[in-house]
């Protein structure tokens, strides 16, 4: 059976409940989160779980047990999967947590994580128009595997937001859906990834509702950077999903 394990900052208060396999593990988290935030702070019970397999994001909880200081955040790690809420959050601390819990738990299927698109998106009047949607459209991160088309599960999140931006907008608008990739690999390479990465952006919006035809996909490659490639930090910047508008 899977690893299970739910901690929640109630006012203050760590709430830990799960299942793990072995008393060690028990000890582990609980010991983490008593040395940080004391021990009137954490309540709840760890089960040992013989037949649970073994949790592969222990040791990074560990590590990032100062991250549960914000009330209200909720991490609830079921196997491989992490689903994160953070709805009681201020728009700045969510953005942080999930910078914070991506680096942390990448190899993890993480939902319910934030960036600046989805803060952007969720401010938005009930019909934006053309130019303020596309504006915060292009605030959000779209994820993909390495080198694939295949989204990342916080990937899914941002473009079930984004189609319901769309489709708020007003009637009429089309919009290209560039892909963009950074210089590394071949460019013949990088300019099919990205036109694969667009039309992957565009069939997953069309099943969330938006109409066929009103979003053009185009793979621009690296053609079109927007920062310098030779840092990490640029080349995270020119891997991109960019939205622009039809006449």
Do not use: C
């Not at 079921?78 to 700045?92: A, E, I, K, Q």
């Amino acid at each position: 059976s899977p690893p299970r394990l739910s901690l929640v900052n109630n006012h203050g208060v760590i709430d830990v409940r799960g299942r793990l396999p072995g008393e060690a593990d028990r000890r582990k988290v609980w010991s983490a989160l008593v040395a940080q935030y004391g021990h009137g702070k954490v309540s709840g019970d760890i089960l040992r779980d013989p037949q649970a397999a073994a949790p592969r994001w222990l040791d990074r909880l560990v590590t990032l047990a100062p991250v549960l200081r914000h009330q209200g955040l909720s991490l609830s790690f079921n196997g491989d999967r992490l689903h994160v809420d953070m709805t009681r959050l201020s728009p700045r601390d969510r953005i942080a947590v999930s910078d914070t819990l991506r680096r942390g738990f990448g190899h993890l299927q993480v939902s319910g994580l934030w960036d600046a698109g989805r803060i952007a998106l969720s401010q938005l009047p009930a019909t934006p128009a053309p130019e303020e949607l596309v504006t915060a459209l292009n605030q959000g991160k779209v994820r993909f595997l390495h080198k694939s088309p295949t989204l990342r599960a916080d990937g899914h999140e941002m473009l079930r937001a984004s189609a319901q931006a769309i489709l708020a907008a007003e009637p009429g608008l089309r919009l290209e859906v560039g892909g963009h990739t950074d210089s590394l690999g071949a460019a013949e390479t990088n300019l099919h990834l990205s036109q694969q990465r667009a039309e992957m952006v565009v069939a997953e919006l069309e099943a969330q509702g938006v109409p066929a035809g009103m979003l053009v996909p185009r793979g621009y490659g690296e053609e079109q950077p927007v920062a310098d490639n030779r840092l990490d930090s640029g080349r995270d910047r020119n891997r991109r999903i960019e939205y622009s508008i039809l006449q």
